[in-house]
């Protein structure tokens, strides 16, 4: 399967954004993990199939939402209240089980500037 991501920009502390990815098949799982620079890639969110199940990086709890439109086989990030620590190079990832994300799309940036 591939993944496209898209919607990363600049914008001031404070502000919203939203990502989309679009898978080229059906996944199981589908998330977003981000590598911010000099720092190790790390988990943002995830979500099931049905959409009943979203799990968050506690950093993120609370301002983020994960969303997925099945039927258009794409998930969605929108980002609030985003801070300057939120600067990073976001993926878009999948996985056939909860447990583990098995292919990484290529990244789009997302710059927060205090």
């Known amino acids: 399967v591939q993944l496209q991501a898209s919607g990363g920009g600049s914008v001031r502390a404070g502000s919203s954004l939203r990502l989309s990815c679009t898978a080229s098949?059906?996944?199981?799982?589908m998330g977003w993990v981000r590598q911010a620079p000099g720092k190790e890639r790390e988990f943002v969110a995830k979500?099931?199939?049905?959409?009943?199940?979203?799990y968050y990086a506690d950093s993120v709890k609370d301002r983020f939402t994960i969303e997925r439109d099945n039927y258009k086989n794409t998930v969605y990030l929108q980002m609030n209240s985003l801070k300057s620590e939120d600067t990073a190079v976001y993926s878009c990832?999948?996985?056939?089980?909860?447990?583990?994300?098995?292919?990484w799309g290529q990244g789009t940036l997302v710059t927060v500037s205090s």
């Open positions: 098949g059906i996944i199981n799982v």
């Open positions: 979500i099931a199939w049905s959409a009943d199940s979203a």
């Open positions: 990832a999948a996985g056939t089980s909860w447990s583990r994300f098995d292919t």
